[in-house]
């Protein structure tokens, strides 16, 4: 049996063939600083972000979706596939995510990682091609998609047409900025320190990036960075918008980017089927609408849309036969084994 991952700069999602997501949990680890060892991975250690005493430390392994600590990411990995590996599953071979521009020493990483589990192969798939097959586009015929995937850490953009990418660019710009925008705006405006996590449920409760229909609130609640003692203020999801847009902006001017080097023949089918949105930030209120209205081309979100890379991770596993007997000749998407 072999699995896919999509190690995520926010969460991890492991799929099992013939079974599909099994596994979606915070990309974070906790361990004890004096000793190393882990204490706790996923969602449990995300709910000790902020909370941890001294001797603990609870950290994202992942950084704009690369490994930024990759001995904690072995261990975390080798965990979290303890989970949901049983008996039947020895030595799988192994699907992966990764971003456009990755470089080779970061994809050696992501390998050696999953590697340690013990595992037979791993094929690694670009963010872009796994996203636009789990939102149900055929990537191998001879018609453009296009396709933005939005995660926490990065966006990324492409074309592809016959299994490969026509343009592309991925961008080190995702949820988490947005998040770290609400956090400055609310001590610059308010003086009132919040964690990065009370900006995630802002964002996700009222953040929007048109002009919201009806005017809602939020309660941040925080610490007064004078007196520091806790304190909450009620913002509107109009000023939010205004702190949201400039970044979501730049994502956009990414998708403006790939759209203006795309071949005319291309940009031909992408105006017929419009651009796909997916990852979790494509669910932020009025994306597709902003996106839509700045270039003129319909965008349509897909479904599941922060499901998308590890569902298309978990299609391209049957690619894997294939490439084994004729790697040479067969189209297929992924990119290499090692
Ligand atoms: N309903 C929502 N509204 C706004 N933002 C959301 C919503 N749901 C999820 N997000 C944001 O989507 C981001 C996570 O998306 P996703 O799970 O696709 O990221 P990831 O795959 O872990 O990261 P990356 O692909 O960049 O490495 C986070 O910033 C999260 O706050
Ligand atoms: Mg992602």
Redesign the pocket.
């Known amino acids: 049996m072999d699995i896919a991952m999509?190690?995520?700069?926010?969460?991890?999602?492991i799929f099992i063939d013939k079974k599909g997501k099994v596994l979606d949990e915070a990309?974070v680890a906790a361990y004890n600083v004096n000793t190393n060892e882990i204490i706790a991975v996923g969602d449990e250690a995300y709910a000790m972000l902020g909370k941890t005493p001294d001797s603990i430390n609870a950290v994202f392994p992942?950084e704009?979706?690369v490994i930024s600590e990759s001995n904690l990411i072995e261990d975390t990995i080798n965990i979290l596939l303890k989970h949901v590996c049983t008996s039947k599953i020895v030595m799988p071979r192994v699907v992966a995510?990764i971003?456009g521009d990755i470089t080779e020493v970061e994809k050696r990483a992501v390998v050696n990682a999953i590697s340690s589990f013990g595992v037979r192969r791993v094929y690694l798939i670009e963010?872009t091609k796994a996203a636009a097959m789990g939102s149900g586009a055929d990537i191998m015929s001879p018609y453009g998609t296009m396709i933005a995937?939005?995660?926490?850490?990065?966006?990324?953009i492409a074309v592809l047409s016959l299994g490969g990418i026509s343009v592309s660019k991925c961008i080190k710009l995702?949820?988490?900025i947005?998040?770290d925008e609400i956090v400055k705006y609310i001590k610059n405006k308010y003086s009132l320190i919040i964690g990065n996590s009370m900006a995630?449920n802002c964002?996700?409760a009222i953040?929007c990036l048109v002009e919201p229909e009806e005017e809602t609130t939020f309660r941040v609640k925080g610490r007064d960075a004078v007196g520091g003692l806790p304190r909450f203020v009620d913002v509107t999801a109009s000023e939010i918008m205004n702190v949201l847009l400039p970044p979501a902006m730049e994502i956009v001017g990414a998708i403006k980017d790939v759209l203006e080097e795309t071949p005319p023949e291309l940009i031909g089918d992408i105006y017929t089927d419009g651009i796909i949105i997916?990852?979790?930030?494509?669910?932020?209120?009025g994306f597709a609408k902003l996106i839509a209205n700045s270039t003129g081309i319909a965008v349509k979100i897909a479904d599941n849309?922060?499901d998308c890379?590890i569902n298309g991770c978990g299609k391209a596993i049957s690619y894997i036969s294939e490439v084994e007997k004729n790697a040479k000749t067969e189209l297929h998407p992924l990119m290499a084994a090692y």
């Open positions: 999509d190690l995520g700069s926010c969460r991890t999602r990309s992942i704009n979706s995510a971003p963010n995937d939005l995660g926490g850490g990065t966006s990324n995702g949820g988490n947005l998040d995630e964002k996700k953040g997916t990852g979790g930030l494509a669910r932020i209120k849309p922060e890379v």
